[in-house]
């Protein structure tokens, strides 16, 4: 079973410009997540889809960060105007959901630094 | 709000070693926590998931417990390689979905 495709692996822009990564979840999984990981902390929720709509996007920056997931299937998410504080790693996931849990598979991460 | 901590946030141990990682939680109605793994530049696998309704999960040389009353979970690697060495997060979820995650413990078994 292939995992969850992220690209770009790593990222450096300058402050104020706009950055894109993409996904590519594992097949058949219907929920797909965004989630930012600083450096030394845990990774948080972003966005978290349901098929190509939006479930929970109540911690993205709406200002600046914007996210889709046309078809169902693979997922765009956008930083504009980037900040230094935006440097993280992003990570996607995919998830089934097993005994009424959801269980994640993450991707290997776009790691974006912001100079 | 829930918050998650994890104790200790980093440990290095000889290998052979018997230990424990510690999660602690403030909100009590929790739907499930997972324990994850996450090697440096890679992204995170899942260990061991438990319900809420279950006490403690068994993987291999891992266990995960789960003490709702007391706000704690516990992850004992027994036997301890220094294959283990990576940080080891712990992430509750009290809606079946979003998971709010510790800041990891940062494990190294020395050979």
């Known amino acids: 079973e292939a995992g969850v495709a992220q690209s770009p692996r790593y990222k450096i822009i300058e402050k104020r410009q706009s950055v894109a990564f993409w996904c590519n979840p594992i097949?058949?999984?219907?929920?797909l997540y965004w989630y930012q990981q600083i450096l030394g902390q845990g990774p948080k929720l972003l966005i978290q889809?349901?098929?190509?709509?939006?479930?929970?996007d109540s911690q993205l920056p709406k200002d600046r960060f914007s996210a889709e997931r046309l078809k169902g299937v693979d997922s765009t998410l956008k930083i504009q105007p980037a900040k230094l504080e935006d440097s993280a790693v992003y990570l996607c996931a995919s998830s089934y959901e097993w005994r009424g849990a959801n269980v994640l598979t993450f991707g290997a991460g776009s790691r974006l630094t912001v100079l | 709000k829930q918050e998650v901590t994890q104790i200790p946030a980093a440990l290095s141990v000889p290998e052979g070693e018997n230990l424990v990682l510690n999660c602690s939680f403030t909100d009590s109605a929790i739907y499930n926590l997972q324990w994850f793994r996450q090697d440096p530049g890679k992204g995170l696998t899942s260990l061991l998931l438990?319900?809420?309704?279950?006490r403690e999960q068994t993987s291999g040389r891992l266990n995960a417990s789960l003490d709702k009353s007391s706000g704690r979970s516990t992850l004992y690697i027994a036997a301890s390689q220094p294959g283990d060495s990576a940080t080891y997060l712990c992430?509750?979820?009290?809606?079946?979905?979003?998971?709010?995650f510790g800041e990891g413990t940062q494990l190294t078994v020395n050979p």
């Open positions: 097949s058949g999984h219907a929920t």
């Open positions: 889809f349901q098929n190509n709509g939006v479930v929970d």
């Open positions: 438990i319900q809420s309704s279950q």
């Open positions: 992430a509750f979820s009290t809606s079946g979905s979003r998971l709010t």
